[in-house]
């Protein structure tokens, strides 16, 4: 993020914040006219919440695996771009969009010549077939014309799946995951997407903003854990943000817990302090995986 004036103060109370479901589900609120037109734009629906518009850009045209074993899209595979309103009437744009390795350049071209800017580009697993990557979108504008301005890098988003072939019959529905004892472990509530149980959790003790707008965890700051498969045989896929002091913290908490990391960057551009995302993965019982993710949880907000 380029020419833009941010602040990052950290508060306390990280013991409540752990336990008092931030970030959680959010109620709906009605669309604003201005987003509505952002929606019709792109030919996509989305939410409301939290002064974010966020619209969801799923990749379920393409069948990916990990290791042999089939990752559903919510797992991990939904793409999205979140608008909220800053100083001045102008909204800030962030986004990341899945992507497959031939699509990445001409996405990315059709972004960046459209004054957008592309922060980061990653993968988020390891043994996935076929490979995926992640591109992390920004910018600042009217409501209107970032919408105009992303229309074209998700066209060609919408035409890979339109080519793609008919969805397969769904295979059969596994014994399903106990979200209320993942949640009671984790300390967050989380909600149901299909085969998919997902908490997301922000960090309220990082108050990031950029010309003026809060970035939020319905804008990307956030962590988050996707459980898919059973109770004793499941498998967890997610992110922790955090900064610089926390790194190696969450690192050893992970690898203690026999979770994977999977790729260790930074989303956005130009904050200050820097925050770091590291991917992570793992296989086994349920629960089992939801203590190695409260494990590194519990690492953050302390010095």
């Known amino acids: 993020m380029r020419r833009v004036s941010k602040s990052v103060a950290i508060v306390g109370a990280v013991c409540a914040w752990l336990t008092s479901g931030a970030a959680g589900p959010a109620s709906a609120q009605d669309v604003p006219a201005e987003y509505q037109a952002v929606l019709k734009t792109l030919g996509k629906s989305g939410d409301y919440k939290e002064a974010v518009l966020k619209v969801n850009i ?3 045209d393409v069948r990916v695996t990990i290791s042999g074993r089939p990752a559903p899209t919510p797992f991990g595979f939904g793409g999205w771009i979140a608008l ?37 580009l990653h993968n988020h697993f390891f043994w996935e077939s076929p ?10 504008g009217t409501a209107a014309d970032l919408a105009t301005r992303i229309a074209p890098a998700i066209a060609l988003i919408d035409q890979a799946v339109r080519r793609a072939a008919p969805p397969a019959a769904p295979a059969p529905t596994p014994p399903a995951l106990d979200h209320a004892a993942l949640a009671a472990i984790i300390g967050h509530a989380g909600e149901p997407t299909g085969p998919v149980f997902k908490i997301t959790i922000g960090r309220p003790d990082i108050n990031l903003r950029e010309h003026g707008a809060l970035i939020n965890a319905r804008m990307g700051l956030n ?8 109770d004793a045989d499941a498998m967890v896929a997610g992110d922790v943000a955090m ?35 590291v991917h992570y993965y793992g296989t086994g019982q349920a629960t089992g995986l939801a203590k190695g993710v409260r494990a590194a949880l519990d690492v953050l907000g302390k010095r």
């Open 58 to 60: 799923p990749r379920t």
């Open 84 to 120: 909220t309103k800053g100083d001045g009437g102008h909204d800030v744009m962030m986004g990341d969009l899945v992507l497959t390795e031939d699509e990445v350049n001409p996405v990315m071209s059709a972004v960046l010549s459209s004054g957008l800017d592309v922060t980061a």
């Open 131 to 140: 490979r995926m990557y992640f591109m992390h979108v920004h910018g600042t």
């Open 223 to 230: 962590t988050w854990a996707a459980f898919a498969g059973s």
């Open 243 to 277: 900064l610089d002091h926390e790194v190696t913290p969450v690192l050893k908490a992970l690898r203690a817990s026999g979770l994977n990391a999977v790729a260790l960057h930074h989303h956005m551009t130009g904050v200050s302090p820097s925050v770091i995302f």
